[in-house]
């Protein structure tokens, strides 16, 4: 029998605590009901330094040089303090395990060149979702939709939309805690499991592809974890902080400045009111189009 590696055994031994303590399903922490009129759910909290949790966390929105990495190769890995995270988790993220999925949080797009990936959070939305999909549809551009669990598990139909016109699932927690990488090993693993599975079992088995820790709040093990069920773990580099409704022109604004830092750009369709940012991407879309930008999905 392969010997476990220390890494492993925390996870494995936290996990069967999660197990015992909470009678085999494990529990969901929401940060309040949702009055908005994206359906039930978590009420989605976003810290205000630039959608980051104000805990240590192994993920920065772009590389400070400007430059993603290339296609495929993950992209920086590294709080904004500079640390990989491991203060606030059991220790250095693992290689590529026996899925082949990287456990380094992508910053870059399967095509590479001059590409560009849409990155949509914290839905699906009945109301905000459809309008989104109807700007998408109609620049033939293909996204990837970070759902919060329980948005998915309410919005069965919705998903199965996504799915069928092409676009990618990303697991974006259970209950969006910011906070999650001070948490214990048990949190974090029932946090993007449970969240997998309500999406997938939405999408009737389309598998989700990718992990994206609300505001940025990765550690090596929920990455580790992550890509040992299959799920990339995805950063950004243009936060176009649309979550904050600065106004459709700001929004647009950000994505024409900050473009350059890298290709993976953040809009939300969830959360709240998403006007601002369906009229944004109205804009948006063609413009990047007309400076010769390609869209593609982000590496895996």
Known sequence: MARLTAHTRRIVMAAAAAVVLTGGVAAAVFLGSDTSADGPGPALAHSSSAGKSTGKSDDKPGHPSGKPGPSGSGGGDSAPDGSDGSADSTGPAAPPGATGISETIDHATESGGKSVSITIDDGPSPVWTPKMLAVLKQYNVKATFCMIGPQA?????????????????????????????????????????????????AA????VQYFRAPGGAFTPDNRHIAAGHGMRPLGWNVDTKDWKQPGTAAIVKTVKQEIKSGPIVLFHDGGGERAQTVAALKEVLPWLGQQGYTFSFPAV
């Open 153 to 201: 598990k309410a919005n069965p139909d919705l998903v199965k939309q996504i799915v069928a016109a092409g676009h990618r699932l990303c697991d974006h927690t259970v209950s969006h805690d910011e906070a999650m990488n001070k948490k214990p090993v048990a949190y974090q693993s029932s946090e993007v499991l449970d969240a997998q599975k309500m999406i997938e079992d």
């Open 204 to 207: 009737d088995g389309a598998k």
